[in-house]
């Protein structure tokens, strides 16, 4: 497979010290490079430095979109990353971080890292993941790469927690339908607040004829469904300790008996399990045992609300049009009805997001935009947009913390520029075009501002 190519820029001060040294490096292992010599990078990209400024984390960020692109921040040495340095350069979104001289053979560690990531991106980008799982937003960007090498590179148990409606069955879906497992059987779906009590050993062990009153024949339980195959176990947190129990000890061995049966079964599966409760206050409670959610939490992903990806909304709201089945062109969203979808509440998040689409669908007609008219009267919203203030408590606080600090008016107008300005292009992806219209700033504006921000910051005289 071939190696992908990637920009790379250098910020010394002194002279980096091993300033070709890398760069040749990298070539005999087949990682190709090219110096930066564009103001918006695109890619991947590996920044060389040889110590952590301002302008180098701020680079960063930008470079990376906050996470969103693959950037390796390769370090001099060791004495550049003191201080918690490398901690400061993840914060500002690279992927890694380390010292060039931290091993024999960095560049292979370098290769593998990009080889690995171009993988798990080529499938964050395919079809099947943003058909299922939609956004663009840098924290959920991140989710889905968790999601993408959790599924595709390793056979590890998988905890998925979040609030009702945040897509935890599609995650488990995903999971099931990127695992590479050869001779792979099915995904075994088990509702944990269905489960009635007296038929729960029967659920998941099966059980044979004659096991209890009502047992006419033979039944598999979940454990032997999923074997070869997946087993998702909706809502764990709502397991009895005792069920508890006999989960772990089938996580364990793999083995189990059925109710009423004396011989072992074996099963091999993949556990995958969701619940929207805080399993370790339920640990602390008592609740919820303690070998269990180490046993099946070898990897965690929490899926966040949707009031915290507000910048999915519009992505998500247009996904479901379409699949709605509303006609075979996208139509755009007036701007009240746009303002009305990023401010509007979502307590039952993605869900309750697709919910709004269908009674919205059903109403709009024509080829024309999406109006206000369209959204049903229950929807519409108590205030305003008009009369909203969006000045907050919030920005408030930040402001009047600065001016304690003695951060001057010019510094305060300048970071509130900046950060306008970070906030429309992740939004809009990067698009220099669309934020500027956001923004109510031409193209040549917009770059002329951003550019002038980050040389406005502390110099760390990039070369």
């Known amino acids: 497979m071939e190696k992908p190519k990637v920009w790379h820029r250098i910020f010394a001060q002194d002279g ?59 370090a001099s040495s060791h004495e550049a990353l003191a201080n918690g ?43 099947l993941v943003r058909a299922n ?7 959920w960007v991140s989710i ?54 007296e038929l729960s050993g029967s659920e998941f062990f099966g059980h044979e004829r004659g096991a209890f009153t009502g047992a006419t024949g033979p039944r598999d339980g979940a454990f032997a469904l999923a074997d070869h ?27 189990f008996k059925r109710v009423g049966g004396n011989s072992w079964n074996r099963a091999e599966f993949r556990l995958v399990c969701a619940t929207n409760r805080d399993l370790l206050d339920e640990l602390t409670r008592g609740r919820f045992r303690p070998d269990l959610y180490y046993r099946i939490a070898s990897v965690v992903c929490h899926l966040p609300p949707l009031r915290d990806r507000p910048g999915d909304i519009i992505p998500l709201f247009q996904h479901f049009f379409m699949e709605h089945g509303a006609g075979n062109e996208l139509p755009e969203l007036d701007e009240p009805v746009r303002e009305y979808l990023l401010r509007r509440e979502y307590p039952g998040n993605v869900r309750d997001l697709k919910q709004l689409v269908a009674r919205i669908a059903y109403r709009h007609v024509g080829p024309g935009p999406i109006t206000v008219g369209d959204l049903p009267e229950a929807e519409w919203p108590a205030v305003s947009v008009e009369e909203e203030n969006w000045r907050g ?19 305060i107008g300048r970071l509130a520029t900046e950060t306008a300005i970070r906030i429309a292009l992740d939004d ?6 669309r ?13 002329m501002r951003k550019a002038a921000g980050r040389h406005n910051g502390p110099s760390a005289h990039p070369h």
Not at 40 to 69: H, K, M, Y
Not at 133 to 139: A, D, F, N, Q
Not at 435 to 447: C, I, M, N, P, S
């Open 435 to 447: 934020a500027a219209q956001k923004l109510g700033v031409t193209d040549r504006a917009l770059q």
């Open 133 to 139: 799982l939609v956004g663009r937003s840098p924290g």
């Open 16 to 74: 980096f010290a091993v300033e070709a040294s890398p760069l040749e490096a990298l070539a005999t292992v087949g990682v190709r490079t090219h110096p930066l010599d564009s103001v918006e990078p695109r890619g991947a990209g590996i920044i060389l430095f040889d110590q952590i400024t301002a302008s180098l984390c701020e680079f960063a960020g930008d470079a990376s979109r906050n996470g969103v692109e693959r950037v390796l921040a390769i």
């Open 428 to 433: 809009e992806e990067g698009n220099l075009q």
């Open 393 to 411: 408590m919030a920005l408030d606080t930040s402001i009047r913390r600065a001016v304690a600090q003695g951060v001057g008016l010019k510094e």
């Open 144 to 197: 889905l790469r968790q999601v993408v090498e959790v599924a595709s590179f390793t056979d590890s148990a998988l905890l998925i927690t979040g609030e009702s409606g945040t897509g935890k069955e599609l995650v488990a879906r995903l999971v099931h339908s990127l695992d590479p497992r050869e001779r792979k059987r099915e995904l075994v779906v088990l509702d944990c607040t269905t489960i009635v009590p």
């Open 229 to 255: 195959g997946t087993l998702f176990l909706d809502e764990v947190g709502e397991l009895s300790l005792s069920l508890q129990a006999q989960l772990l000890r089938v996580a364990q061995e793999h083995t």
């Open 85 to 127: 340095g490398a901690w400061r350069l993840l914060r500002s979104g690279v992927s890694d971080v380390f010292a060039w001289d931290h091993s024999p053979k960095p560049e292979l560690e370098v290769a593998a890292r990009l080889e690995r990531w171009s993988a798990v991106d080529r499938l964050v980008n395919s079809p």
